[in-house]
């Protein structure tokens, strides 16, 4: 709740100069690893784990009460496992979980969902080293599948009064994985061209 928040001297600098709620910048500083950029009423930040995108994930949206906001989980990777291994002790089912939240991308208008936490699978698929229709080795064609799943959830899912908590998506065939991490789908910044 936005009102059990005091904010900071400077989180009201940034409000006032970005025409935000104090105690919403506030939470975002407190989320946020670093500040990436702000321009334009917005605040792109690093979360602690390593995702760049709008007030370091803080949301209001779909959030009862005006005065609420959503955080990301703690560890969305932790998340994805607890809520498999439930599916698995509820159903016997082996099945992967997909986290994800809505993010920006650079030099793009328009919003998608991307993967922040998974479970079961593996969420690269490298083509490199493939041949592709005309015989070229491919050298480097990453998918980001879990991204892509992500994306393709949230046509169903929605993002406004639709109230589907979860989609399913049958008849993919992924790479199993017990160690998976949403961590290989962070870029490093040192090899950003963006930041």
Request: proline letters at 4%; glycine letters at 8%; a positive charge.
């Amino acid at each position: 709740n936005l009102d059990e928040v005091k904010p900071s001297r400077f989180a009201k600098t940034i409000a006032e100069e970005y025409g935000k709620d104090p105690s919403l910048v506030e939470v975002v500083l407190r989320e946020a690893k670093s500040i990436v950029r702000m321009g334009d009423g917005h605040i792109i930040a690093e979360t602690r784990h390593g995702f760049i995108c709008a007030n370091a994930g803080v949301d209001k949206s779909n959030v009862p009460g005006k005065r609420n906001v959503a955080l990301l989980p703690e560890d969305p990777d932790l998340s994805a496992r607890r809520i498999r291994e439930k599916i698995r002790k509820l159903t016997g089912k082996d099945v992967a979980v997909i986290i994800s939240d809505t993010h920006g991308r650079a030099l793009r208008e328009g919003e998608i969902n991307v993967a922040i936490g998974v479970a079961g699978i593996e969420p690269l698929r490298d083509r490199r080293g493939e041949n592709d229709l005309f015989g070229y080795t491919l050298k480097v064609k990453r998918t980001a599948v879990a991204d892509e799943l992500s994306s393709a959830a949230e046509l169903v899912i929605g993002q406004a009064d639709e109230g589907v908590p979860a989609a399913i998506i049958r008849g993919y065939r992924y790479q199993k994985s017990e160690d998976a991490t949403s961590k290989r789908l962070l870029r490093p910044r040192e090899k950003s061209l963006f930041i």
